[in-house]
């Protein structure tokens, strides 16, 4: 299973001169623990956690843009990449999901519970009537 199979599309996002108050306030209404920062041709710029701020307003950066406060330096995955290199970068970092990327731009975010449930519903998926009845005839 790819990444493009787990991740959810079309993430919210703010833009580079967006306020920190404007994506505290997209946080906050879409129960985010980050948010991707972009550019107008979907670039990612940066990446804003809660913990970004925090700081941001514990060193009184109030009235500064997204992108300021945003982590810089992300690394994020390909939607070609395996959820299983995604699950393992997930688990191992501090990260609640990460960025995915197609081309040089963003194209969705991938979480655990995102890869989670995918793994699931393959799991809960019915099984095709030609396997079923192979399966009967097992010895």
Do not use: Q
């Amino acid at each position: 299973m790819t990444v493009f199979g787990c991740m959810r599309a079309h993430p919210t996002t703010a833009g580079p001169s967006d306020s920190l108050l404007m994506a505290i306030r997209l946080m906050d209404t879409y129960w985010l623990r980050e948010l991707p920062v972009v550019d107008a041709e979907v670039r990612l710029l940066g990446w804003l956690t809660a913990d970004d701020v925090a700081a941001a307003l514990r060193s009184g950066l109030g009235p500064a843009s997204a992108l300021s406060a945003a982590m810089r330096n992300v690394c994020p995955v390909d939607e070609t990449d395996s959820a299983e290199a995604a699950w393992e970068r997930l688990a191992s970092g501090s990260e609640a999901s990460l960025p995915v990327m197609a081309d040089g731009r963003l194209v969705g975010t991938v979480s655990r519970v995102d890869i989670l449930l995918a793994r699931l519903e393959v799991l809960a998926a019915p099984l095709e009537p030609d396997s079923a009845s192979r399966l009967e005839k097992t010895p």
